[in-house]
């Protein structure tokens, strides 16, 4: 069974904020480890705001709720098997607090089977009509000027509510918890081979995992076991900061939960660009062949349509257009440096393994890897890093953690428990392959190859990453 961390914050001092704008946006830009910013929002409008509150704000205004079954199977309930139903923040909370059918736009729902997510609810269009509601957010705080709730999205859940385990291919991200608790399932971009990646539903920005992190399959999955899972009980008035590339599985363990986040963009956005972009043309060209008639199959509710194959290649071409762009006006990039065996990362980014010992299940301590002297832990008690959960049998967890203290080239590959043979998978040329017949669920028996088969190949993370880096390089020759 997962250990769930809960982090409880001191009590804000004084009404001083632990961490200035500065020195906040300095650890988000370097901090490369799941973390908790504790007593920094206290003075937020929103800190008091709950879903009876925006129900009065949203008085008569639909919005669009996800449904899903509460009973968790191996299968993940992604978006594209749930159903939905247009309602009122205040028919929801009448559904959720009787707990009946009634005669609402829920009443095909039984409250103990069932639960709604209000999800992905940008401010702009929820409170069009309502901008001053804006200034309640106050992302200022941590570092990034005038950004408030304009840049944020709002999400209203049921106890059960969930969204599928995945990692976002833009930005890091900050969740600020309003309302309730939530429990975050967390894992390495390095595990990204042992989740089982697919863009099947498609998704631009989303790359999800073929597995349910809560009940997973092993038998059908069985490098999940490698992964390093990070679990983290959030609760109101705590902003989680999730990094670049986490993946994660977010769940409402609470009958009423309301949250606001913010996706940050960072400098690596610009190739991540025109892999996405690389990633939308092959998906909509093989399914659409497949079957153009069913496109509610392979999209995601979030698509509105699938997009033609020239404006798929408009949209790769208006990418790598403005990469080069963004390359000649920062100069801060070397586009003949960006080789095919890694992609440009911050290498001196802040992580909390090199401030820790981790105790192995044989009582022997491990340090991994080193950090430069200069650079000092920024954790304290408004700042709790997530640390990996103990769930794994420990013979099991002892050939994961193996390790010599070297670290390795590339964004996925070599972090600390990694074993001596995974590294030298990992280095050699036939990585890729190697990591993608590890995702396969398919018996060796099994002759039969789908096209949701040949596009996880295809659209693998770290396929599209070098096909990427080899259109870049061929327009610098």
């Known amino acids: 069974m997962s250990v769930s961390f809960t982090t409880m914050c001191p009590a804000a001092g004084e009404h001083v904020k632990p961490f200035t704008p500065e020195k906040a946006k300095e650890i988000i830009m370097s901090l490369q480890q799941p973390a908790i910013f504790c007593n920094m929002v206290f003075d937020w409008p929103a800190r008091h705001w709950n879903a009876k509150h925006l129900s009065e704000v949203l008085h008569g205004k639909q919005i669009r709720f996800r449904m899903g079954m509460k009973n968790t199977n191996t299968v993940p309930q992604f978006e594209t098997t749930c159903s939905y139903v247009e309602a009122t923040l205040e028919e929801f909370l009448n559904w959720n607090c009787d707990q009946s059918r009634g005669s609402g736009p829920f009443r095909n729902y039984d409250h103990s089977q069932f639960w ?9 269009s929820l409170f069009e009509n309502k901008t001053d509601v804006f200034r309640d957010v106050i992302w200022s705080d941590f570092g990034f000027p005038g950004r408030n709730g304009r840049e944020s999205t709002l999400w209203i859940g049921s106890l059960g509510a969930h969204t599928p385990c995945h990692l976002d291919s833009y930005g890091c991200n900050l969740v600020f918890q309003v309302q309730g608790r939530k429990r975050w399932h967390l894992f390495p971009p390095e595990d990204t081979p042992f989740l089982y990646p697919t863009r099947i539903p498609y998704e631009e920005s989303s790359v999800f995992s073929k597995i349910s992190v809560v009940n997973p399959d092993l038998k059908c999955f069985p490098q999940f076991r490698k992964a390093q899972r990070h679990t983290v009980t959030l609760n109101p008035g705590q902003v989680l900061f999730v990094p670049r590339h986490w993946w994660h599985y977010v769940e409402s363990i609470d009958p009423i939960t309301v949250s606001i986040n913010s996706w940050i963009e960072l400098e690596e956005d610009h190739q991540a660009r025109v892999e996405e972009a690389i990633t939308r043309m092959l998906v909509c060209a093989l399914k659409t062949a497949e079957d153009p ?27 790598v257009s403005a990469l080069f762009d963004h390359y000649r006006t920062s100069k801060k990039v070397d586009i003949e440096a960006l080789g095919t065996n890694g992609e440009h990362t911050k290498t001196e980014g802040l992580n909390v393994h090199n401030h820790m010992e981790v105790e192995q299940p044989h009582s022997q301590n491990l340090t991994t890897g080193t950090v430069k002297q200069e650079a000092a832990s920024p954790f304290g008690p408004d700042l709790v890093p997530v640390m990996p959960s103990s769930e794994e049998p420990s013979t099991e967890r002892g050939r994961i953690f193996e390790s010599d203290g070297n670290s390795l080239d590339g964004e996925h590959f070599g972090k600390s428990h990694c074993t001596k043979r995974q590294r030298m998978m990992y280095k050699s040329k036939n990585a890729i392959v190697e990591q993608i017949a590890s995702n396969s669920t398919v018996a060796p028996s099994q002759t039969f190859i789908s096209t949701d088969d040949l596009l996880d190949c295809l659209v693998n993370p770290q396929v599209t990453r070098i096909v990427a880096q080899l259109l870049i390089q061929g327009r610098t020759l």
């Not at 709604?116 to 702009?124: I, T, W």
């Not at 199959?297 to 990418?319: F, K, Q, V």
């Open 293 to 319: 008639d069913n496109t509610k199959a392979w999209l995601n509710p979030t698509e509105i349509e699938e997009t033609s194959h020239e404006i798929n290649c408009r949209y790769l071409n208006e990418a």
């Open 116 to 124: 709604a997510y209000a999800d992905y609810k940008y401010f702009v």
